[in-house]
């Protein structure tokens, strides 16, 4: 069974920054994207920031420019490096990741807060 664990989060002042990070342990079949989805308080969950196996990067407009996401192969590690951070990325952020088995996991969570 893979197991996801999230750190990194906390409370930041507007403008300020934050590191995730997501290491990923257990038994699973090849990974080909890790991700970090968002979840504000009475709202959907939303992508943020993907990477796939081949590098490729893709990111919500709300976060391009801002937000940066990068692996560790040789770690099984996925990180989310936040700059600029606005209060309206304030939410809890999961790291996910998608096998070649078309099979989804999630970690559980860690809080990003924002203050203005």
């Known amino acids: 069974q893979v197991q996801l664990v999230e750190s990194g989060g906390g409370l930041v002042q507007a403008g300020g920054s934050l590191s995730l990070s997501c290491t990923i342990s257990g038994r699973f079949f090849t990974i080909i994207s890790m991700g970090w989805y968002r979840q504000a308080p009475g709202k959907q969950r939303e992508p943020v920031a993907t990477?796939?196996?081949?590098?490729?990067?893709n990111y919500a407009d709300s976060v391009k420019d801002r937000f940066t996401i990068s692996r560790d192969n040789a770690k099984n590690t996925a990180y989310l490096q936040m700059n600029s951070l606005k209060p309206e990325d304030t939410a809890v952020y999961y790291c996910?990741?998608?096998?070649?088995?078309?099979?989804?996991?999630w970690g559980q969570g860690t809080q990003v807060t924002v203050s203005s």
């Open positions: 996910t990741i998608l096998t070649n088995l078309a099979v989804r996991s």
């Open positions: 990477i796939l196996s081949s590098g490729n990067t």
